[in-house]
């Protein structure tokens, strides 16, 4: 499985002195692996999922590093308390402008669905922002990975199941209110009915 396909990334100059062609290296730009967390809701966040994913991951990371014998850079980003529905989350934002300035190699995450439950968003992510860039990508726990047509075609059956449990989610959590106003109950959220107080012994 290769993750991180180079350490460093050269910038070439080749020109003639002396009747001689000369190579100058002009550049030398480090590349970092980007390890992305994210849970959904405060109670994930007090007491499970952030911790317990950065640890799992860096330990990944650095096992990888030290068996491939290179430098282990790496960088966290982490979206606490950010539903995975949308692409509307700061450090989500913050990897993709990473992953397009070339900061980047390779993306870890726990599993698929903390990068996103939307398929489009995933295969968003994964084709236009990371394939396109060169950027590997590996899910640990269902130890996916793009650097083979195997691997990108079991993501994006992934990424399908992600969405249809994010909208098995929707349909009963939506199910659920409807039978609490057809019982008479508030449905909460936002303010009450206008005219209307709310009963917290009854509901």
């Given at each position: 499985m290769v993750l991180c396909s180079c350490k460093f990334f050269y910038k070439k100059c080749f020109y003639k002195k002396g009747g001689k062609i000369i190579n100058n290296i002009k550049a030398v730009v480090k590349k970092i692996i980007?390890?992305?967390v994210r849970v959904s809701t405060e109670s994930q966040v007090e007491?499970?999922?952030?911790?317990?994913?950065?640890?799992?991951?860096?330990?990944?990371?650095?096992?990888?590093?030290?068996?491939?014998?290179?430098?282990?850079?790496?960088?966290?980003?982490?979206?606490?308390?950010?539903?995975?529905?949308?692409?509307?989350?700061?450090?989500?934002?913050?990897?993709?402008?990473?992953?397009?300035?070339?900061?980047?190699s390779c993306v870890y995450v726990y599993k698929l669905d903390r990068l996103s439950r939307?398929?489009?968003?995933t295969l968003y992510l994964l084709d236009d922002v990371l394939d396109k860039n060169k950027i590997d990508f590996v899910s640990v726990m269902e130890k996916f990975d793009t650097t083979d047509p195997v691997g990108k075609?079991?993501?994006?059956?992934?990424?399908?199941?992600?969405?249809?449990?994010?909208?098995?989610?929707?349909?009963?959590?939506r199910f659920g209110l409807q039978k609490r106003a057809e019982d008479g109950y508030w449905r909460g959220g936002g303010k009450t009915t206008f005219a209307y107080d709310y009963d917290k012994e009854t509901g």
């Open positions: 980007a390890i992305y007491k499970y999922s952030i911790p317990a994913q950065i640890e799992f991951l860096i330990s990944h990371v650095k096992a990888w590093c030290l068996e491939h014998d290179v430098e282990c850079n790496y960088k966290i980003y982490q979206d606490p308390g950010y539903s995975g529905a949308s692409l509307d989350r700061p450090a989500i934002q913050e990897l993709i402008q990473d992953c397009l300035d070339g900061k980047i939307s398929q489009k968003d075609a079991m993501l994006s059956i992934i990424s399908v199941f992600a969405q249809l449990e994010r909208e098995t989610i929707l349909q009963r959590t």
